[in-house]
């Protein structure tokens, strides 16, 4: 039984800082690809990092070298730190979790990150 719930999300000022917390109940980090998507409002939900497996990451363009995505699988938790945030950041932060083993997917309900100017 997964479930998602996101945690961290709030107002920061431009430069700030960050970190999304996904506590990942009955999830086992190598038989899953683990993510944060986010979505600004009117826009496309776009991927933001991954964990593969607990050892691969990827990371959009807009957000390498300020985003790091971790994960504690005996917390069960996956973080995204956030720094150097911008404005452009803003929008709802979800967690993601997919399967390699059966194909299901999960997602949490989001938390809002906002970044003011």
């Known amino acids: 039984q997964v479930q998602l719930v996101e945690s961290g999300g709030g107002l920061v000022q431009a430069g700030g800082s960050l970190r999304l917390s996904c506590a990942a109940s009955g999830v086992i980090f190598s038989n899953n690809v683990m993510a944060w998507y986010r979505q600004a409002p009117g826009k496309q939900r776009e991927l933001v990092a991954s964990?593969?497996?607990?050892?691969?990451?990827n990371y959009a363009g807009s957000v390498k070298g300020r985003f790091t995505i971790s994960g504690d699988n005996s917390k069960n938790l996956v973080y995204l730190q956030m720094n150097t945030l911008k404005p452009e950041d803003t929008g709802v932060y979800y967690c993601h979790v997919h399967s390699v083993v059966s194909g299901a997917d999960y997602w949490g309900q989001g938390t809002q990150v906002t970044v003011s100017s």
């Open positions: 964990l593969t497996r607990g050892v691969k990451t």
